[in-house]
């Protein structure tokens, strides 16, 4: 780990350390709030460590017709925005990042948008945004010298955490919330060798039994509470402004669960800002699913705020978190930025997805509270007409085929949460038909679905 660029400034007091005074669970020792990673100089103009713009946005679209394995990582083509590393040949990568940003014209033009984006962080190698995390955070545990790391998770942390710490020969332990995550997820940390434990709690319990046993046993935290994991999450904020020749989109819209990654965005944004990368910064606006929606409740809550966690239930089950670690981060990303935080219903959510899907653009669950919660937006004129709007897609389709399938054929909702959706799901729903094995009833079954 390169202490002499960075030091951790903690997001509650402003006390700030080495990167190797940090304790197991990543807490302040004065305050108990997390920190986050702040580099030497940045801030004034003058200083020798601050990074040249110019230069920067020549040398990364350089590195992408590069052969070296460190620059076909879309994270570590950055490296200037993230040296947290003493040497970057530390670095674990699957060349993870440079993912794909899609326009959106059928939901755009229902909506009456004309610039509507999707950028799809379910592209990654593990199928989840956690992977820009994890290389950074799991290169620094490798540099330290653990031989173990571990993450509580609602699956595709664990994931993630799993393949990289395969990939440097590392040992990995997994905390899941018994019968609470996605097949998927749960299939990828058992291939990738994870020791995985499924505990009789949820996310919020996952995450205090692991902070116990961080605290007696050299173990390495992964959880998003290390602050090394969004140095590599804020970079698909640089990917999106390059994809858009450094003029930055009006709106980013992000789902929140342990509130993370919309914090590590919002940072990767106010740091290019800072540095003279960009003008000006998106509105970013944080969605959560309305029964796990403590950010929410906050923001919208008139005068003396008081943040108070929920008991979480929600089938998108990468979000069902009600405690939320990063949620001080989170509140002051909307804040600055101007941007909102909502919450959406279930069958909002199905609906978005389903909307995605038909797009050719699959998502998790998770991933479709951004199309739910634009509508909303769309509907409270807090996205304007001429704006443009990028969409942050966390998490691959195949992560939790049974909530697509169960919508198709029409088992994932109760009637009452359907109520009012009932035609808009109709249109949108396509179960497999049994048909005889014969062309004439093949055919004849085409006929009978609605364009
Ligand atoms: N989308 C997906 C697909 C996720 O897996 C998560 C979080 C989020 C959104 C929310 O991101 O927590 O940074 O606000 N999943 C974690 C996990 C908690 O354990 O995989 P966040």
Redesign the pocket.
């Known amino acids: 780990m390169n202490d002499n660029l960075h030091t951790l400034r903690c997001f509650g007091c402003g006390a700030r350390i080495s990167g190797s005074e940090a304790r197991p669970d990543f807490r302040c020792a004065d305050c108990g709030d997390l920190f986050e990673v702040e580099y030497r100089g940045w801030a004034n103009r003058k200083d020798q460590n601050r990074p040249n713009a110019g230069a920067l946005k020549w040398l990364w679209r350089e590195r992408r017709c590069s052969g070296e394995l460190l620059d076909r990582s879309g994270v570590w083509r950055f490296r200037e925005l993230l040296p947290i590393l003493e040497n970057f040949g530390n670095a674990v990568t699957l060349q993870e990042g440079n993912t794909p940003l899609y326009a959106l014209p059928r939901a755009g033009k229902a909506l009456g948008l004309d610039q509507l984006y999707a950028k799809h962080q379910?592209m990654n190698p593990t199928g989840?945004?956690?992977d820009t995390g994890m290389t950074a955070a799991l290169s620094v545990a490798r540099e330290r010298g653990f031989e173990w790391v571990a993450?509580?998770?609602?699956?595709?942390?664990?994931?993630?955490m799993a393949a990289y710490a395969a990939r440097a020969g590392m040992r990995s332990l997994v905390l899941i919330p018994e019968g609470k995550i996605a097949w998927g997820?749960l299939s990828q940390a058992m291939d990738y060798g994870a020791v995985t434990c499924q505990l009789n709690t949820d996310?919020d319990g996952c995450l205090r039994v692991l902070l116990e046993i961080v605290r007696e046993a050299p173990i390495y935290l992964l959880?998003?509470m290390n602050p090394y994991r969004l140095e590599g999450?804020k970079t698909p904020a640089l990917e999106i402004a390059e994809a858009f020749d450094w003029n930055v989109p009006d709106h980013l819209i992000?789902?929140?669960?342990?509130?993370?990654?919309?914090?590590?965005l919002g940072k990767g944004f106010k740091e290019m800002k800072e540095l003279g990368l960009v003008a000006r910064v998106p509105k970013i606006s944080?969605i959560q699913a309305e029964g796990a929606n403590p950010l929410a409740r906050y923001m919208s809550a008139p005068g003396n705020k008081e943040f108070k966690p929920v008991e979480a239930h929600t089938r998108?089950t990468?979000?069902r978190?009600g405690n939320?670690a990063?949620w001080k981060k989170?509140a002051r990303v909307v804040e600055e930025t101007g941007g909102w935080c909502l919450d959406v219903t279930e069958a909002q959510i199905a609906i978005a997805k389903a909307e995605l899907g038909a797009e050719g653009l699959g998502c998790?669950p998770?991933?479709a509270?951004t199309l739910a919660g634009l509508k909303k937006l769309r509907a409270q004129s807090a996205v304007g007409d001429g704006e443009t709007v990028v969409l942050l897609l966390?998490?691959h389709t195949l992560?939790d085929a049974d909530y697509t399938i169960d919508f198709h054929r029409g088992t994932l909702l109760q009637p009452q949460e359907a109520a009012g959706h009932e035609s808009e799901i109709a249109k949108l729903r396509r179960n497999a038909i049994s048909v005889d094995a014969t062309p004439a009833a093949v055919l004849s079954a085409m006929k009978d679905v609605p364009a």
């Open positions: 379910g989840s945004f956690k993450c509580a998770s609602t699956g595709n942390t664990s994931a993630a997820k996310f959880n998003s999450q992000v789902p929140g669960g342990n509130l993370a990654n919309s914090s590590a944080v998108a990468a979000i978190i939320p990063s989170a998790e998770a991933s509270v966390t998490g992560k």
